[in-house]
């Protein structure tokens, strides 16, 4: 019975089997989510190996030859990016002005 003391938490047994119950209903819940949680990651492997990805797949094309598709739509992108920024800044800049002159006119 020595060797049981050791388990013993707070110094009570009630609360050692309360927090002993709580793990056990821990343990049982990840034991179930993990059968969930590997069908999810094999899922998503099979998924992934299905999609098109923006490089080419012939193994003799070597260096930046290989990611052309994928270099010119980042391109792409940063130059959408640029211009929707600088319309943005451009409205803001209009309002400012607008917004400007009618609070100066009541003064």
Do not use: C
Request: hydrophobic share 55%; aromatic share 14%; net charge positive.
């Amino acid at each position: 019975m020595q060797f049981l003391e050791h388990f013993k938490i707070g110094g009570s047994w009630i609360s050692s089997g309360i927090l002993y119950a709580l793990l056990a209903i821990v343990l049982v819940a990840v034991v179930l989510k993990w059968a969930s949680l590997t069908a999810f990651i094999s899922e998503v492997k099979g998924e992934l190996r299905k999609a098109s990805w923006p490089w080419e797949s012939d193994p003799k094309i070597k260096g930046f030859k290989k990611y052309k598709e994928l270099i010119d739509s980042t391109i792409v992108v940063l130059i959408a990016m640029i211009l929707l920024a600088a319309f943005v800044q451009l409205w803001d800049f209009v309002h400012i002005l607008i917004v400007g002159f009618f609070t100066n006119l009541g003064r």
